[in-house]
């Protein structure tokens, strides 16, 4: 066996990869096998031929600091995740669900609240969230979908069962490093994808196109379609850049775009002004139109509301959709289902206590040591206060943060998060990870075969984004037995 | 498929930058040569590339005197100066990054380790012993990108403004190398003619266009005949000519073009209009800088016809 491996363990968490025991799962049998017979260096080789290949391929992500915006390397952990397709169906299938709920839920809140008028979620807490919008009331998108592309994040839980732990409605990002990690596995680990029978993920550009000329407002056979990105400095424009390519689309800016006195939005060219049809927008709503947002904003286009409104492009995901990303509406997600599909919800989710509620608040300041408070309104992991790794100190300051402002706080119980072996130093060692697969509707819904998986790279820790010292794996969805 | 104006000024720009890295690189190493074959009285200085590049201000900011090291440094190690290598090979990078989805998946990575091979060769490189193997590598890496991009680019507005920029950087970059030889910048006073066509044929050289100096015109190297055929003759793909051909060809297509044509067309008239054998040494100097205040006003037109378009 491989040096690196020999001292694996799989510890108190479930593994993705490694039984209690210490022998492989059936569907990743295949990989282990081979990575633990690599003779001497070859990991290390391995590892250092994928750094050469993000390096050459130009994989970054930009990270702010008081210095300045510094380009990174993409960190790639070299062993692949696997997951069996059987289990995949299922995720898939409650992931498909879920975005059906909360595109009726959105849909809803801006035209009749029904939901609201049948008691099921308390209207108070969306009408008076940040995240819900009066501009959009009235309107109604195309096929009544809002949120055209959901990114949810799912972690395992001890026994190894999914669970949703967070939508991203607004702006989610990550799915052109899902694309790339594979192409890297590819070029690195050529001989693993040998046996196995392995779900292409890179139909997602294709897929992307698909729902988003489903949106157009002209038909045409051509939709004209454009990617609106705040621009180079922004930490995803890689992303931006890439699914542009991929679909063929314009990448744009906002002074590339404006809205003319016809309310309908054309793009600058060197042939004169053409009308836009759909923007898949990568930058927050409320720097997207100064008119109807925030004035100041240089990042978007005056009057893009207007053109929307009166049904002259479409826009992906729709302003007003980060009325369901809100980690206490995230509370009544099962109810949505019974509600708008009268279904049972497939997926688990996470307990969650919300701390306007008083005895939940109760409950949660009695148990600060032992819950994750997160704010409702927050995204890429900050301001989350993990109980058990915490000290007095920042549990008094969340105690006073929740008795302050108790709407805007929810707790739930810490999570034994599921471990994979990863490549650290010269040894493979457990780490946490999550998953973030991508579900896309328009006329139709297609939830992505895997998705990014994100990996904590310090040992214990339950931080798993890249901003703050997360990495990534390849997420392979097999069929059959290796 | 139309072009948003702002990824056309980036292409355009992107095209610009790439032969400038190329051209710089082909400029330093024929003069690398040739400095080696001049005898030392001729007194041929390094602050002559300085001058061509019109970067004096520049330099004397920075350095106090002209010598190999410290220009060297400037040309090709100086991540900071516009007039440097690896300066141009960042913006094209820089302008590839920001219109990856109009170019060949493969653009962005090679232009990508073009980058990543300057950043890391570049200081050793200033030194006479690894100096032309990194100015030939960084020719070839430019080349590919070239090579790759005119096999698998479509016909396009992409390849239209990119070839434009590359277009006219190449009559820029040319009539610059041709004002090596004019012997003005060189300040001979006349004395070393012996040396002239040791002179010329290095610049024929870095055009990569001796051999077809000599199956062209012949064997025989004298500064009026290598002038003509660098400027005018319309079959030499590095030649004015030619290049001012090819700009024209690339306009036609192009909406709202009527006024670059115009400009366009001061300039080919111009090009005919150079007679080296009853010009003098000055005069011919004088005449390339007026060339040079040509294309500088073909560039402004470009600009103010396709990249800032009036708000309609």
Same mark, same amino acid.
């Given at each position: 066996?491989?040096?690196?491996?020999?001292?694996?363990?799989?510890?108190?968490?479930?593994?993705?990869?490694?039984?209690?025991?210490?022998?492989?799962?059936?569907?990743?049998?295949?990989?282990?096998?081979?990575?633990?017979?690599?003779?001497?260096?070859?990991?290390?080789?391995?590892?250092?031929?994928?750094?050469?290949?993000?390096?050459?391929?130009?994989?970054?992500?930009?990270?702010?600091?008081?210095?300045?915006?510094?380009?990174?390397?993409?960190?790639?952990?070299?062993?692949?995740?696997?997951?069996?397709?059987?289990?995949?169906?299922?995720?898939?299938?409650?992931?498909?669900?879920?975005?059906?709920?909360?595109?009726?839920?959105?849909?809803?809140?801006?035209?009749?609240?029904?939901?609201?008028?049948?008691?099921?979620?308390?209207?108070?807490?969306?009408?008076?969230?940040?995240?819900?919008?009066?501009?959009?009331?009235?309107?109604?998108?195309?096929?009544?979908?809002?949120?055209?592309?959901?990114?949810?994040?799912?972690?395992?839980?001890?026994?190894?069962?999914?669970?949703?732990?967070?939508?991203? #409605?607004?702006?989610?990002?990550?799915?052109?490093?899902?694309?790339?990690?594979?192409?890297?596995?590819?070029?690195?680990?050529?001989?693993?994808?040998?046996?196995? @029978?392995?779900?292409?993920?890179?139909?997602?550009?294709?897929?992307?196109?698909?729902?988003?000329?489903?949106? @157009?407002?002209?038909?045409?056979?051509?939709?004209?379609?454009?990617?609106?990105?705040?621009?180079?400095?922004? @930490?995803?424009?890689?992303?931006?850049?890439?699914?542009?390519?991929?679909?063929?689309?314009?990448?744009?800016?906002?002074?590339?775009?404006?809205?003319?006195?016809?309310?309908?939005?054309?793009?600058?060219?060197?042939?004169?002004?053409?009308?836009?049809?759909?923007?898949?927008?990568?930058?927050?709503?409320?720097?997207?139109?100064?008119?109807?947002?925030?004035?100041?904003?240089?990042?978007?286009?005056?009057?893009?509301?207007?053109?929307?409104?009166?049904?002259?492009?479409?826009?992906?995901?729709?302003?007003?959709?980060?009325?369901?990303?809100?980690?206490?509406?995230?509370?009544?997600?099962?109810?949505?289902?019974?509600?708008?599909?009268?279904?049972?919800?497939?997926?688990?989710?996470?307990?969650?206590?919300?701390?306007?509620?008083?005895?939940?608040?109760?409950?949660?300041?009695?148990?600060?040591?032992?819950?994750?408070?997160?704010?409702?309104?927050?995204?890429?992991?900050?301001?989350?206060?993990?109980?058990?790794?915490?000290?007095?100190?920042?549990?008094?300051?969340?105690?006073?943060?929740?008795?302050?402002?108790?709407?805007?706080?929810?707790?739930?119980?810490?999570?034994?998060?599921?471990?994979?072996?990863?490549?650290?130093?010269?040894?493979?060692?457990?780490?946490?990870?999550? #998953?973030?697969?991508?579900?896309?509707?328009?006329?139709?819904?297609?939830?992505?075969?895997?998705?990014?998986?994100?990996?904590?790279?310090?040992?214990?820790?339950?931080?798993?984004?890249?901003?703050?010292?997360?990495?990534?794996?390849?997420?392979?969805?097999?069929?059959?037995?290796? | 498929?139309?072009?948003?104006?702002?990824?056309?000024?980036?292409?355009?720009?992107?095209?610009?930058?790439?032969? $400038?890295? !190329?051209?710089?690189?082909?400029?330093?190493?024929?003069?690398?040569?040739?400095?080696?074959?001049?005898?030392?009285?001729? !007194? %041929?200085? +390094?602050?002559? %590339?300085?001058?061509?590049?019109?970067?004096?201000?520049?330099?004397?900011?920075?350095?106090?005197?002209?010598?190999?090291?410290?220009?060297?440094?400037?040309?090709?190690?100086?991540?900071?100066?516009?007039?440097?290598?690896?300066?141009?090979?960042? +913006?094209? $990078?820089?302008?590839?990054?920001?219109?990856?989805?109009?170019?060949?998946?493969?653009?962005?990575?090679?232009?990508? =380790?073009?980058? %990543?091979?300057?950043?890391?060769?570049?200081?050793?490189?200033?030194?006479?012993?690894?100096?032309?193997?990194?100015?030939?590598?960084?020719?070839?890496?430019?080349?590919?990108?070239?090579?790759?991009?005119?096999?698998?680019?479509?016909?396009?507005?992409?390849?239209?403004?990119?070839?434009?920029?590359?277009?006219?950087?190449?009559?820029?970059?040319?009539?610059?190398?041709?004002?090596?030889?004019?012997?003005?910048?060189?300040?001979?006073?006349?004395? *070393?003619?012996?040396?002239?066509?040791?002179? +010329?044929?290095?610049?024929?050289?870095?055009?990569?266009?001796?051999?077809?100096?000599?199956?062209?015109?012949?064997?025989?190297?004298?500064?009026?005949?290598?002038? !003509?055929?660098?400027?005018?003759?319309?079959?030499?793909?590095?030649?004015?000519?030619?290049?001012?051909? !090819?700009?024209?060809?690339?306009?036609?297509?192009?909406?709202? *073009?009527?006024?670059?044509?115009?400009?366009?067309?001061?300039?080919?008239?111009?090009?005919?209009?150079?007679?080296? =054998?009853?010009?003098?040494? =000055?005069?011919?100097?004088?005449?390339?800088?007026?060339?040079?205040?040509?294309?500088?006003?073909?560039?402004?037109?470009?600009?103010?016809? +396709?990249?800032?378009?009036?708000?309609?």
């Amino acid at each position: 066996m491989n040096e690196s491996w020999k001292s694996y363990t799989a510890g108190s968490f479930f593994d993705e990869l490694i039984t209690p025991k210490g022998q492989p799962r059936a569907a990743a049998r295949g990989v282990v096998r081979l990575l633990q017979k690599l003779p001497g260096d070859e990991m290390a080789e391995r590892r250092a031929a994928a750094e050469l290949a993000i390096r050459e391929m130009g994989i970054s992500f930009t990270v702010y600091n008081e210095a300045g915006n510094i380009d990174r390397a993409w960190p790639f952990d070299i062993i692949p995740r696997v997951i069996s397709a059987g289990q995949w169906q299922a995720v898939s299938d409650g992931l498909r669900q879920r975005s059906l709920a909360l595109n009726h839920f959105i849909d809803d809140i801006y035209n009749r609240q029904k939901i609201l008028a049948d008691g099921v979620v308390p209207a108070d807490i969306v009408l008076e969230s940040t995240n819900f919008k009066p501009q959009c009331m009235g309107m109604s998108p195309r096929f009544g979908v809002w949120a055209h592309v959901c990114g949810s994040d799912l972690v395992r839980d001890g026994d190894g069962r999914f669970r949703v732990l967070e939508d991203n #409605l607004r702006v989610p990002s990550g799915v052109s490093y899902m694309l790339e990690n594979r192409e890297i596995t590819k070029r690195v680990l050529p001989e693993l994808f040998e046996n196995y @029978s392995i779900l292409p993920v890179d139909d997602y550009p294709s897929q992307l196109y698909q729902t988003l000329a489903s949106l @157009s407002p002209r038909e045409r056979r051509r939709p004209c379609i454009v990617v609106l990105t705040p621009g180079i400095f922004n @930490s995803a424009y890689f992303e931006h850049a890439y699914l542009a390519q991929g679909m063929g689309a314009e990448l744009v800016e906002g002074r590339d775009l404006m809205v003319a006195d016809d309310n309908c939005v054309y793009m600058r060219t060197v042939d004169g002004p053409v009308r836009v049809d759909v923007i898949y927008r990568r930058i927050d709503e409320e720097f997207m139109d100064p008119e109807a947002f925030r004035p100041e904003s240089l990042l978007g286009v005056a009057g893009l509301m207007r053109a929307w409104k009166a049904g002259n492009v479409a826009i992906a995901n729709a302003p007003g959709s980060g009325v369901a990303d809100d980690k206490v509406i995230y509370a009544f997600v099962p109810d949505m289902i019974r509600y708008y599909l009268k279904q049972k919800p497939l997926l688990a989710s996470v307990p969650t206590w919300l701390c306007m509620r008083e005895k939940d608040r109760e409950h949660v300041l009695k148990n600060l040591d032992q819950l994750v408070v997160k704010p409702a309104n927050e995204s890429g992991g900050y301001g989350i206060m993990v109980g058990p790794h915490s000290t007095a100190a920042v549990r008094r300051k969340f105690a006073r943060l929740i008795e302050e402002n108790p709407r805007n706080y929810v707790a739930q119980p810490t999570l034994a998060l599921s471990t994979a072996p990863t490549y650290i130093d010269d040894k493979v060692e457990p780490r946490h990870l999550d #998953l973030r697969p991508f579900i896309l509707q328009g006329r139709d819904t297609w939830v992505t075969p895997g998705g990014l998986t994100r990996v904590a790279l310090t040992k214990g820790s339950l931080v798993v984004n890249s901003s703050q010292g997360g990495g990534s794996k390849d997420t392979w969805i097999v069929e059959g037995k290796a | 498929m139309t072009m948003l104006s702002s990824v056309a000024e980036r292409l355009y720009w992107m095209g610009r930058y790439l032969e $400038r890295a !190329e051209d710089s690189a082909r400029l330093v190493a024929a003069y690398n040569h040739l400095i080696m074959d001049i005898p030392r009285a001729a !007194e %041929l200085g +390094w602050d002559v %590339l300085i001058r061509i590049l019109d970067a004096e201000p520049l330099f004397y900011q920075q350095y106090r005197v002209g010598n190999e090291q410290n220009v060297l440094r400037f040309l090709l190690a100086e991540q900071d100066s516009s007039a440097s290598i690896p300066f141009a090979v960042r +913006w094209a $990078r820089e302008n590839v990054r920001t219109t990856r989805d109009v170019l060949p998946e493969e653009t962005w990575e090679q232009i990508n =380790e073009l980058h %990543l091979y300057v950043s890391d060769a570049a200081e050793k490189s200033v030194g006479r012993r690894n100096r032309q193997a990194f100015l030939e590598e960084v020719i070839s890496r430019c080349q590919r990108v070239n090579g790759m991009l005119s096999s698998s680019l479509p016909r396009d507005h992409a390849h239209r403004f990119l070839r434009l920029g590359h277009l006219l950087e190449r009559s820029d970059m040319t009539t610059r190398l041709m004002d090596v030889g004019t012997g003005e910048i060189l300040k001979r006073d006349g004395t *070393h003619e012996a040396i002239d066509p040791l002179i +010329w044929t290095s610049l024929l050289q870095a055009l990569s266009s001796f051999g077809a100096y000599r199956r062209m015109i012949g064997p025989l190297v004298e500064a009026q005949q290598v002038l !003509e055929f660098v400027f005018q003759e319309p079959l030499l793909p590095r030649s004015v000519a030619f290049c001012l051909a !090819e700009i024209r060809a690339e306009l036609k297509p192009l909406n709202n *073009h009527e006024k670059v044509m115009r400009t366009l067309a001061r300039g080919r008239r111009k090009l005919g209009k150079l007679q080296p =054998e009853h010009m003098s040494r =000055e005069a011919l100097h004088a005449y390339i800088d007026e060339f040079q205040a040509l294309l500088a006003d073909l560039h402004d037109v470009i600009t103010a016809s +396709w990249f800032q378009p009036d708000t309609p």
